[in-house]
C-alpha cells in the first residue's frame, strides 16, 4: 500500500518509537493521529514537528485500555481526515519485576500489562477495522517485542503480555483477511527514553550484539513503515533486534 495521502494512527505516539514512526509515516505523505495517554507535551511536540516540515498530524488523547475512548479517539480522527487507513499499534507498558519473582506479579501488574498491552491493541484494531474495509484495503502493525519471544524481559507479565500481541497478530490476520494486512514488529533494545541514565548498561550490550549496536527508533519506524507497505505480508512477526536473538 502506497502511504502517500493516506491517514495513520499512531496509539503511543508522543515519544520513541512512537513519535519516530509519526514523523517518518508523514514523511511519507500520511496524514496522521498522533495518540498519547499521559504525554500530553511530548505528543503535541510531535504533531508541531510534522506541521512545520507542511505535513498533517493532529494529538489526540486516549487511554487505549478503555473501549470508549478508543471508540472516541477514532471518531476524532475521521472527523479530522476521513478515515483510517493505517494503523500502528505501539502503546505499551511494563513494570519492572524480576523474573523470578512470582509473588510480585500480582494481579494488579498482570491486569494493567495486559489491559494496555494486549487488550488496547485489540480495541484499537476493530475500530479500525471496518472503516478500513469500507474502503477496500488497510494495514495494521502490532509493536511487539523480543521479550514476547525468548520469555525474558523487563517482568514476567511484560514478556507474556508481548507473546499475546503475537499471538493477537496472527488472529487478527486471519480473522481481516483479506482487505486488512495484520504483522507484528518485534524489536529487541532500542535506544529510546527508558535507557536514561543506564547508557553504561547499554553500551555494554551493544558490544554483545552481532551488529554492535543498538537499534534507534528510527530504525524500527523505517521497518513499521515498509511493513505497512506490503501487500503480499501478513501475520508475521519480523524481528528487528540487531541479532541479539541469534
Known amino acids: 500500500m502506497d ?9 503511543g505516539g508522543g515519544t520513541g518509537i512512537g513519535r519516530a514512526v509519526s514523523l517518518e509515516l508523514a514523511k511519507r505523505g500520511a496524514a496522521v493521529a498522533v495518540n498519547y495517554s499521559r504525554s500530553e507535551a511530548e505528543a503535541e511536540e510531535t504533531v508541531r514537528m510534522i506541521q512545520q516540515t507542511g ?35 505501539n502503546a ?5 519485576i524480576p523474573l523470578d519473582d512470582l509473588e510480585a506479579a500480582d494481579d494488579e501488574a498482570w491486569d494493567e500489562l495486559y489491559a494496555v498491552n494486549v487488550k488496547g491493541m485489540f480495541y484499537c484494531a476493530r475500530a479500525a477495522a471496518p472503516l478500513m474495509k469500507k474502503s477496500g484495503r488497510g494495514a495494521i502493525v502490532n509493536v511487539g517485542s523480543i521479550a514476547g519471544l525468548t520469555g525474558s524481559g523487563s517482568s514476567l507479565p511484560y514478556a507474556v503480555s508481548k507473546a499475546a500481541v503475537h499471538g493477537l497478530t496472527k488472529s487478527l490476520a486471519h480473522a481481516l483477511a483479506p482487505d486488512i494486512t495484520v504483522s507484528s514488529i518485534a ?12 547508557e553504561d548498561k547499554m553500551k555494554q ?41 541469534l
Open 3 to 11: 502511504i502517500q495521502h493516506k491517514a495513520a494512527l499512531v496509539t
Open 55 to 89: 505535513g498533517r498530524a493532529i494529538a489526540i488523547k486516549a487511554d487505549v485500555s478503555r473501549a470508549n475512548e478508543v471508540e472516541n479517539m477514532f471518531e476524532t480522527a475521521v472527523r479530522e481526515f476521513g478515515t483510517v487507513d493505517l494503523l500502528v499499534n
Open 92 to 96: 505499551s507498558i511494563t513494570r519492572h
Open 187 to 198: 524489536p529487541g533494545a532500542v535506544a529510546t527514553r527508558w535507557w536514561e541514565g543506564k
Open 205 to 245: 550490550l551493544s558490544r554483545h550484539l552481532p551488529l554492535e549496536r543498538i537499534a534507534t527508533p528510527e530504525d524500527i519506524a523505517s521497518l513499521i513503515c515498509a511493513v505497512l507497505e506490503q501487500e503480499a505480508v501478513t501475520g508475521q512477526i519480523i524481528t528487528a533486534d540487531c541479532g541479539q536473538t
